[in-house]
């Protein structure tokens, strides 16, 4: 397991810069790139590469489409994750890639084999990637069937498995803290995960409307939403959030509060980032196979282009509710 020191070397700063990064210090002032340094040294030091192929001799071009700026990847590391292991991946095959953007055409693109496209994406970004009439796979997207190969998550199963661990745990009053998505179209609507907790809860009987709370998938959502929630008369014992970004700015606003976790408050996360395990207390989470998912969509691609394949795949990538000290049985 990588530490903090090893994580500063690779990254080239100190060992507290490397702390305040991956607790999301706001009053730390250092620039994006740096930033972008400790995530993804904390990435690569993480990253487990089961691939035993060797570098192929023939080499293509990929390109790489993404749907969020270098500030949201950032901010939630749940992208720069997959975007580390696909493009580790690109080179130990070999490959030539590049990112596209939304000013290039077929013309300006004579030489690409294949894209990838990480991301939530409208359809005016569907009808780029379709102009440039090229192989492509979509990761945690699964725009158009019938036009291209997808690596999505099983969100469904996930939430269960949270949820039915917080359950088992003597848990009746649990709360959730997610945020909007937006499609490929730019309709906003309610999370996947938001949808299998109330469905779940309700099926239990045990949801409770005033502990479900929506806003940002950031720390600093995270930590106003908790407050509020906290001083509602009725409390919550436990807390799914669908990132760990939110359950970090879930901590503080608990720190604030005098609440103890988990003796007070039991917290599951979704991601499984890399500074989950540097949290106080370590965070219990959903861990995503980031790294899976970016092999997988790297692999699907270069099968595609040298069979030619015509018919379209889905590779769904399951999860692992990964144990830590942040969740506790209930009190009574």
């Not at 001799?57 to 390109?63: D, F, H, R, T, V």
């Not at 890639?97 to 030489?111: A, G, V």
């Not at 005033?210 to 600093?220: D, L, Q, W």
């Amino acid at each position: 397991m990588a530490t903090i020191k090893d994580i500063a070397y690779l990254a080239q700063v100190s060992m507290a810069t490397v702390s305040r990064v991956l607790n999301y210090d706001e009053t730390l002032n250092v620039t994006p790139e740096t930033r972008r340094r400790v995530f993804e040294a904390a990435e690569e030091l993480n990253y487990v590469n089961t691939s035993k192929q060797k570098k192929a001799k023939k080499k293509g071009n990929i390109g790489l489409y993404y749907s969020y700026s270098l500030e949201e990847e950032l901010v939630d590391t749940y992208y720069l994750s997959i975007r580390v292991a696909l493009e580790k991946k690109l080179k130990s095959m070999g490959m030539d890639y590049f990112k596209i953007t939304k000013d290039d055409t077929k013309r300006s693109l004579p030489k690409l084999d294949g894209i990838i496209c990480l991301g939530t994406f409208k359809k005016v970004d569907i009808e780029l990637i379709k102009s440039f009439d090229k192989p492509s796979v979509f990761v945690d997207a699964n725009p158009d069937e019938d036009c291209f190969d997808a690596v999505v998550i099983n969100f469904n199963s996930a939430t269960k498995n949270a949820l039915n661990y917080l359950v088992d745990l003597g848990h009746k009053n649990i709360g959730f803290i997610g945020g909007i998505e937006t499609d490929m179209f730019g309709n906003r609507f309610k999370d996947l995960r938001q949808d299998v907790f109330e469905a779940y809860l309700k099926e239990k009987g045990i949801y409770k409307e005033e502990f479900v709370k929506i806003g940002g998938y950031n720390p600093k959502d995270g930590y106003q939403i908790l407050k509020e929630m906290l001083s509602q008369n009725e409390k919550p014992t436990a807390l799914f959030v669908a990132n760990d970004s939110i359950a970090i700015g879930c901590y503080k606003a608990a720190y604030e509060l005098g609440v103890k976790i988990p003796e007070d408050l039991s917290i599951v996360g979704f991601n499984d980032v890399s500074s989950a395990q540097y949290m106080v207390p370590p965070l219990t989470t959903v861990k995503l196979y980031t790294e899976i998912m970016g092999e997988s969509a790297v692999d699907l691609l270069l099968e595609r282009i040298a069979t030619k394949r015509e018919i379209c795949k889905k590779i769904t990538i399951h999860t692992k509710l990964i144990e830590r000290d942040s969740a506790t049985k209930v009190k009574k």
